[in-house]
């Protein structure tokens, strides 16, 4: 399910978003990275936001602090997004994917301090788990083999943001949920029939 087995044509071609997502976030980090002022203007800078530059909820979604930080959030939007795409569509995976940065944003801003800052892709990213997470509380008996392997996955992921250092843990708990809310909504049987 999640091994891509595509070359670089059809993955853009069958997952048009992810591929966007993916160029659009390696384009802002090669322009930051020679326009510190840029990078500067877009970080989560809480006092920032609480000034009135609102923008700061969505721009640390697309920046990134360092190259690894870039490659690990793309090397997952690159695993896990294809899939989510081609369930859910276009449309729901983009507002799963933005829904779930800009609420981890906004929630890191109201429960941390006014000095706190942040960048990355993290929260959106496990806004795509979270929403799989959805899709396997709704098919665990009939996909029992996307259960054993979302479910370890969102468990080993939300271990290692509380083990590793300088991470937005608020942001990636936010963006686990609501991608998970939002999964509940789009993938009731219900729904899926009348939109598939």
């Given at each position: 399910m999640f091994i891509r087995r595509e070359n670089f044509s059809q993955y853009i071609r069958l997952y048009p978003v992810v591929s966007f997502l993916i160029a659009l976030n390696i384009v802002i980090y090669i322009v930051t990275s020679f326009n510190g002022r840029l990078y500067l203007l877009g970080i989560g800078f809480n006092y920032g936001i609480a000034a009135g530059e609102w923008?700061?909820?969505?721009?640390?979604?697309?920046?990134?602090?360092?190259?690894?930080?870039?490659?690990?959030?793309?090397?997952?939007?690159?695993?896990?997004?294809?899939?989510?795409?081609?369930?859910?569509?276009?449309?729901?995976?983009?507002?799963?994917?933005?829904?779930?940065?800009?609420?981890?944003?906004?929630?890191?801003?109201?429960?941390?301090?006014?000095?706190?800052?942040?960048?990355?892709?993290?929260?959106?990213?496990?806004?795509?788990?979270?929403?799989?997470?959805?899709?396997?509380?709704?098919?665990?008996?009939?996909?029992?083999?996307?259960?054993?392997?979302?479910?370890p996955m969102i468990i080993i992921s939300v271990v290692m943001t509380f083990v590793q250092p300088n991470i937005d843990i608020i942001g990636h708990l936010t963006g686990l949920i609501v991608g998970f809310i939002i999964g509940l909504g789009y993938f009731h049987p219900k729904r899926i029939v009348r939109w598939r």
């Open positions: 923008w700061r909820l969505v721009t640390p979604m697309f920046l990134h602090g360092g190259l690894m930080h870039l490659l690990f959030n793309m090397f997952s939007l690159f695993i896990f997004g294809p899939e989510l795409e081609r369930i859910a569509g276009k449309a729901r995976f983009i507002t799963i994917y933005l829904l779930s940065g800009i609420f981890g944003n906004i929630a890191a801003f109201f429960l941390q301090d006014l000095d706190y800052s942040h960048v990355g892709a993290s929260g959106a990213i496990f806004g795509i788990l979270g929403a799989f997470g959805a899709l396997v509380y709704y098919t665990k008996n009939v996909l029992p083999q996307l259960r054993q392997i979302i479910l």
